[in-house]
C-alpha cells in the first residue's frame, strides 16, 4: 500500500500541475534586458552619470597603480636608489587609493539609490497594470502567483540593478584596459595567457540555457509555495474544524521540497562558475611563470614588467569571475523579467475602446438584446437573454444555482464583456463608455463582503473617499450598522483586520452597505447581500432600502425570496434563459416557477 505521505505529496504534484505558470521557452535575448533596462531611464540625467564617472575614476586608478608599482617603483626608483622618487611614488600610490576608496564609497550609494528606485518603479507599474486587468485574468490564476510576480521575481532583480549593471561597464572596461596594458607591455607573454579563454568560454556558454531554465523552475515552485500558503492560511477554520493538520503539512512539505531542490539545483550550477574561473586563473599564472621567467632570462623583460604583469594578470581573472557572477545574476533577471512581461504584456479582456465616452449622471435604464454570454468557451452561462430594467426599478433576478444571476450582474458593470449581443445602459453600448464613468455610477455588494485593514470609518468611506464622517454615520445609520458599530471598544475608529474577523458575518454585511449607499450609485446591484444577515436586521434593511432606493435602479439577487416581494419586476432564470417575468402577485397567479419555488421555501420554514 503506497505510504499515506507521498500519497498526499503525488496529490499536490497533480493539483499544480494545470498550474498557469510554466518554464517559458524563450531564447536569452539583450532586446528584452533592454527593456528591463529602460526602466533606468528617468534616472539617466543625474544617479546614472554620477555613478558612471565614479566607476570610470575607480577604473583609472586601478590600471594606472600596477605601472607604478612595477615599472616605476621597482626598475626605476629602487634600482636608481633615488630616494626622492620614491617617496613620491609611495605617496601617490596612497592617494590614488584613497581616491579609489571615495568614489567607490559614492559609486556604491548611488548604484544603492538607483537600484531602490527602479525596483520601486517596477513594482508599482506591474501593481497598478495588474489593477486594470479583467476579471478572467483572477479567474486562471491564483492570489498566491500574483503575489510571486509582484514581490519575488521583483525582488530578485534588485541584486541586478543596484550591482549587476554599473559592475558589467566597471568590468568590462577594466578588461579592455587590462588588455592593452598587457599587450604593450608584453605581446608574447599576454597573447600565451590567452590562450586559455576560448576554454573557459566554450564551457561557460555551455551551461546557458540550462541555468536560465533553473531559475525559471526556482520561480515557478516559489509560485506554487505562496499559492498553498495562501490558500492554508485562508482556509485555516476549514483545516482545523476537519482535523486535517497533519495532512496539510504532508501537502505543504511536498511543495516546499520541490521549492528547495529548484533551488539547490540551480545554486549548484551557479557555483560552477567560481571553479571554472579559479581553473583558468591557476593555468595562467603557471603560464605566467613558465613562460614569463624564461622571458626575463632572455633580457626581453624586466623583474618590474614581470611584476606589473603579476598584478595586471591577477586583477584581470577578478572582472572575468564577476562577469560570471553578473551573468548568473542576468540569467536569474530574464527567468524573472519573462514572467514579470508575461502579466505586463497581458491585456484586458474588457478594455475600453480609444473613442470610449464618459457617462454622466445616468439615469439608471438598462438593456440587454440577444445577450448570449459563455466563461470558458465551453459552457453557455447566457442564452440570447433579452431584458428591460427601466430607471428607477427594482428588478430581482431569481432562479437556481447556475442560471445565470449573477452572470447578469457582472456584465451591468462591465466586469465581462457578452460574447454576442449588446448591454446597454441609457441607450449607450457598454463597449463605447469608459469603464470609469461607469463603475463610479454603480455600487455592488457581495454576499461575501471583503473588509480591509483598518478602522470602521476607513472601511465605510471605502465607498466614497471625499465623504465626510457625519455622512459615513448616516449611511451606517440608514443600514442599521450605527448599534453595533457605537458598542466597539472605539466606535467608528475601531482597528479591524483584513477580511474584519473581528466582525460577525451579518456585521461586515451592513458595512458592505453602509459603503456601497455612501457612494451614493444611479445602480445599486445587491448579490444575496441579505443571505448573512438575521431576519431582525432584514427587515430593517428592507425599511432603509424603501427610501434609499428611490429614483435608483437596484438589482437584487436572492435565493431568499421575502426580500423581494416589493420588487417591480422579477426575472425568473433557468441554465441561462428568462422563463418568467412579471411583479410578484402576477407570478404568484401564474403558478409556474416563481410560485413553486415561493411554495417550497415556504414549506421548508413551517417545518422548521
Given amino acids: 500500500m503506497k505510504n499515506r505521505k507521498a500519497e498526499i505529496h503525488e496529490n499536490a504534484l497533480k493539483r499544480f500541475q494545470y498550474s498557469t505558470d510554466q518554464v517559458i521557452e524563450k531564447p536569452f535575448n539583450w532586446k528584452q534586458m533592454l527593456r528591463l533596462f529602460s526602466y533606468m531611464k528617468p534616472y539617466r540625467k543625474n544617479l546614472l552619470p554620477l555613478a558612471i564617472l565614479m566607476v570610470i575614476i575607480n577604473t583609472a586608478v586601478r590600471l594606472i597603480i600596477p605601472i607604478l608599482i612595477g615599472v616605476y617603483t621597482l626598475d626605476k626608483a629602487l634600482i636608481d636608489g633615488n630616494t626622492g622618487m620614491l617617496t613620491y611614488l609611495v605617496l601617490l600610490i596612497f592617494g590614488l587609493y584613497a581616491a579609489s576608496y571615495v568614489a567607490n564609497f559614492f559609486r556604491i550609494k548611488w548604484m544603492n539609490q538607483l537600484g531602490q528606485s527602479v525596483i520601486y518603479d517596477l513594482r508599482k507599474h506591474l501593481f497598478t497594470h495588474v489593477q486594470g486587468l479583467s476579471h478572467r485574468f483572477f479567474d486562471q490564476r491564483s492570489a498566491g502567483s500574483i503575489l510571486v510576480r509582484i514581490m519575488n521575481d521583483i525582488n530578485s532583480l534588485q541584486e541586478l540593478f543596484t550591482n549587476g549593471v554599473i559592475n558589467l561597464l566597471m568590468d568590462m572596461i577594466l578588461l579592455i584596459g587590462i588588455f592593452f596594458i598587457l599587450f604593450s607591455l608584453s605581446p608574447e607573454l599576454t597573447l600565451a595567457i590567452m590562450v586559455i579563454l576560448p576554454i573557459m568560454f566554450f564551457i561557460s556558454t555551455s551551461l546557458r540555457r540550462n541555468i536560465r531554465r533553473s531559475w525559471q523552475t526556482v520561480r515557478i515552485k516559489q509560485s506554487k509555495l505562496n499559492s498553498h500558503l495562501n490558500e492554508s492560511i485562508q482556509g485555516i477554520r476549514v483545516t482545523q474544524s476537519f482535523t486535517q493538520e497533519k495532512e496539510n503539512m504532508a501537502f505543504f512539505d511536498g511543495v516546499n521540497n520541490e521549492n528547495y531542490e529548484s533551488w539547490r539545483v540551480a545554486s549548484q550550477k551557479n557555483a560552477m562558475f567560481r571553479p571554472l574561473v579559479e581553473l583558468t586563473n591557476a593555468l595562467g599564472t603557471a603560464v605566467l611563470i613558465w613562460f614569463g621567467a624564461s622571458l626575463i632570462q632572455g633580457q626581453s623583460i624586466s623583474i618590474g614588467v614581470f611584476v606589473s604583469f603579476a598584478f595586471y594578470l591577477g586583477m584581470f581573472w577578478e572582472p572575468i569571475s564577476r562577469l560570471g557572477q553578473v551573468y548568473n545574476q542576468l540569467l536569474m533577471g530574464m527567468a524573472s523579467s519573462e514572467r514579470i512581461f508575461e502579466f505586463l504584456d497581458e491585456k484586458p479582456i474588457v478594455a475600453e475602446s480609444e473613442k470610449a465616452i464618459d457617462l454622466k ?116 445609520e440608514a443600514v442599521g450598522a450605527n448599534s453595533f458599530i457605537e458598542k466597539l471598544p472605539n466606535g467608528y475608529e475601531t482597528e479591524v483586520e483584513e477580511r474584519g474577523n473581528i466582525l460577525s458575518v451579518g456585521e461586515r454585511q451592513l458595512l458592505s452597505f453602509a459603503r456601497a449607499l455612501l457612494a451614493d450609485p444611479r445602480i445599486l446591484i445587491l448579490d444575496e447581500a441579505t ?78
Avoid: C, W
Avoid at 463597449?431 to 454603480?442: E, K, T
Avoid at 435602479?553 to 441554465?575: K, P
Fill in 361 to 476: 449622471d445616468i439615469k439608471g435604464h438598462i438593456e440587454f438584446e440577444n445577450v448570449v454570454f459563455s466563461y470558458d468557451a465551453k459552457r453557455t452561462a447566457l442564452k440570447g437573454i433579452s431584458l428591460e430594467m427601466k430607471a428607477g426599478q427594482t428588478v430581482a433576478l431569481v432562479g437556481h444555482t447556475g442560471s445565470g444571476k449573477t452572470t447578469i450582474a457582472n456584465l451591468i458593470s462591465r466586469f465581462y464583456d457578452p460574447t454576442d449581443g449588446t448591454v446597454k445602459i441609457d441607450g449607450h453600448n457598454l463597449r463605447d463608455v469608459s469603464l470609469r464613468s461607469l463603475r463610479h455610477q454603480i455600487s455592488v455588494v457581495l454576499q461575501d463582503t471583503f473588509i480591509f485593514s483598518g478602522t470602521i470609518i476607513e472601511n465605510i468611506r471605502f465607498g466614497n473617499p471625499n465623504a465626510t464622517d457625519e455622512q459615513v454615520k448616516k449611511a451606517a
Fill in 531 to 608: 443571505a448573512s444577515i438575521d431576519t431582525e436586521t432584514e427587515v430593517k434593511i428592507q425599511e432603509a432600502l424603501k427610501t434609499l432606493l428611490e429614483g435608483r435602479t437596484a438589482i437584487i439577487i436572492a435565493h431568499r425570496l421575502s426580500t423581494i416581494r416589493e420588487s417591480d419586476n422579477i426575472f425568473v432564470l433557468d441554465h441561462g434563459e428568462i422563463i418568467e417575468q412579471g411583479n410578484h402577485q402576477q407570478l404568484m397567479n401564474h403558478k409556474g416557477e416563481y410560485y413553486r419555488l415561493v411554495k417550497a421555501q415556504f414549506n421548508m420554514l413551517n417545518a422548521v
